[in-house]
Nanobody, 126 residues
């Protein structure tokens, strides 16, 4: 099993920045591909950023150029740097990992992860 614990959420004004972090523990070798997924109550979840098993990185169009995903396998951490935040970025953000060996674009499109964190709330006020 893989355990994922997020931190770093909070409230910011439009244009502000936040950095989310995820600590990966347990059977860390099973966290082959990783990503950040967000969900607003009543709406479908969406994978905003992912790192595939080949090291490929991808983002949904609405955050491209504003968000940066990074992974440190030596420290077993996954980060999401979020800049120029907008009210529409308000959501619960989840750290996620998958056992599969696929490119990042697959996870952006499918949101198909095997392991999930508890989530951290991000609120952007106008």
């Amino acid at each position: 099993q893989v355990q994922l614990v997020e931190s770093g959420g909070g409230s910011v004004e439009t244009g502000g920045s936040l950095k989310l972090s995820c600590a990966v523990s347990g059977h860390t070798d099973a966290a082959v591909s990783v990503g950040w997924v967000r969900q607003v109550l009543g709406k479908e979840r969406e994978a905003v950023a992912a790192i595939g098993s080949d090291g490929s990185v991808n983002y949904i169009d609405s955050v491209r150029g504003r968000f940066t995903i990074s992974r440190d396998k030596t420290k077993n951490t996954l980060d999401l740097e979020m800049n120029s935040l907008k009210p529409e970025d308000t959501a619960m953000y989840y750290c996620a990992a998958a056992r599969s060996h696929l490119k990042a674009l697959y996870y952006i499109r499918s949101v198909n992860f095997d392991y999930w964190g508890q989530g951290t709330q991000v609120t952007v006020s106008s």
